[in-house]
């Protein structure tokens, strides 16, 4: 059974004293790591403090981005091997923001998500509609070639090692998520193409997680979904309150101890 994931992208908000005091709000009020694995991407300066704040608790710490190589004369980067020394445990790579507005494209984000995997995090490979689908005469067909691109330096015993996310561009930002049965049609395309590139075993264990306009409300209609693992949540995570209600939503719904009638249609 794939564990769910609970990820809170803050992008460019809060401070450090902010995301601190936001981890001292729910520290004592997350679910244990046995039902699900919560995260927060935050922004490189308040990484290291969340580091050191969230230690023995269901939190992991998340980069928001970093560069592909290791050292060098890259003014303004950030290198995994220092977000790896730093305690930082999972990387996003490629966000549908990256790509448009500063211009990262497949290439750039690969060599991310092979730098990430040689520093012993995890990345989280962030994917859109345009690499599971695109329309040609109008009909709708599914693509993968950039998907795998991205995988490209992605080896076989690596791949059990990532974690996927599907924003579609017309749900992230907008207030409105995208239909929980086509959020999960794409996540089960993403699947599938990992089971014909890699094998069904390792697309069976592979965490994708949807996000866009994720919120209280729908978060238990998206999660119900089969083949949604988790979610990337944007503006409705910066609240310490919103978080764990949504958290606690979840964990209602994979809890042993509170069986419900979504729980059998879970893998
Ligand atoms: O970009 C997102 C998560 O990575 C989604 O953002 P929103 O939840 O604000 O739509």
């Known amino acids: 059974m794939r564990k769910p994931f609970i990820a809170a992208n803050w992008k460019m908000h809060k401070t450090v004293e902010d995301a601190v005091k936001f981890v001292e709000e729910v520290q004592h009020r997350l679910p244990s790591e046995d039902v699900l694995t919560c995260g927060i991407a935050a922004h490189f300066l308040a990484l290291y403090p969340m580091v050191q704040k969230t230690k023995g608790i269901n939190l992991g710490v998340i980069a928001q981005n970093s560069y592909g190589e290791f050292s060098g004369p890259y003014t303004g980067e950030v290198s995994p091997r220092a977000l790896a020394a730093a305690g930082v445990q999972y990387v996003m790579c490629g966000h549908i923001e990256r790509r448009t507005l500063f211009h990262e494209d497949n290439t750039m984000v690969a060599k991310k998500v092979a730098a990430v995997l040689q520093c012993g995090m995890t990345p989280i490979i962030c994917t859109d509609e345009t690499m599971v689908q695109q329309e040609f005469n109008g009909e709708v067909h599914y693509v993968f070639a950039q998907l795998m691109d991205v995988l490209s330096e992605v080896s076989f015993d690596q791949v059990k090692n990532i974690i996927i996310s599907y924003e579609p561009s017309w749900a992230v930002g907008v207030g409105q998520h995208a239909n929980p049965t086509l959020a999960e049609e794409g996540c089960r395309l993403i699947r599938r193409s990992i089971a014909d590139t890699y094998s069904y075993e390792v697309a069976d264990k592979i965490r994708i997680l949807y996000g866009g306009s994720v919120n209280p409300e729908n ?18 995570s910066l609240d310490a309150d919103n978080f764990l209600t949504m958290v606690d939503r979840v964990a209602e719904l994979y809890a042993p101890q509170k069986p419900t009638a979504k729980q059998p249609a879970k893998k």
């Open 219 to 236: 978060i238990q209609l998206i999660m119900s979904k089969r083949d949604i693992d988790g979610v990337l949540i944007g503006r409705a």
